[in-house]
């Protein structure tokens, strides 16, 4: 089996679409304009998908009172440190300091607009 995409029901998929695709670098590869907005964005491998959607028949998590452990969206970079200036200036939120693990990898949280957790992750070796 292969994993297809991770979904998130948000409160307004489309400013989220806009702002995943505009400061994330994913691309909408199926997407709907009429309620509940589901769109499917990949990443710029075009392997990884996520899916959002503002669907009111569930409620919308409370994102930003998860711990960013509990549940983030994880994007490989090769600056931490300027990809966290440039997402904050983008309207994400600073979430904690960078770490860096004892194998050598890198990892900063940010909050995007909504309160879901980024991570920022700079591997010294690939995971796949």
């Not at 307004?12 to 199926?30: C, D, I, P, Q, S």
């Not at 990443?43 to 919308?60: C, H, M």
């Not at 997402?87 to 979430?95: C, I, R, Y």
């Not at 300091?97 to 909050?111: E, H, L, S, Y």
Request: charge should be negative; hydrophobic fraction near 45%; proline fraction near 7%.
């Amino acid at each position: 089996m292969k994993l297809e995409h991770v979904a998130l029901n948000v409160p307004n998929a489309l400013e989220t679409v806009k702002w995943y695709t505009e400061h994330l670098g994913m691309r909408v590869v199926r997407g709907n304009s009429q309620s509940p907005f589901i769109h499917f964005l990949a990443d710029s491998t075009g392997t990884s998908v996520l899916e959002f959607f503002s669907n009111p028949i569930a409620p919308v998590p409370d994102y930003a009172a998860m711990h960013p452990v509990m549940l983030h969206l994880a994007f490989l970079v090769d600056d931490i440190e300027a990809e966290r200036d440039r997402l904050v200036q983008a309207g994400a939120t600073a979430e904690g300091d960078t770490a860096t693990a004892p194998n050598g990898d890198q990892v900063a949280f940010v909050r995007d607009p909504w309160g879901v957790a980024v991570q920022l992750v700079k591997r010294t070796t690939p995971l796949t």
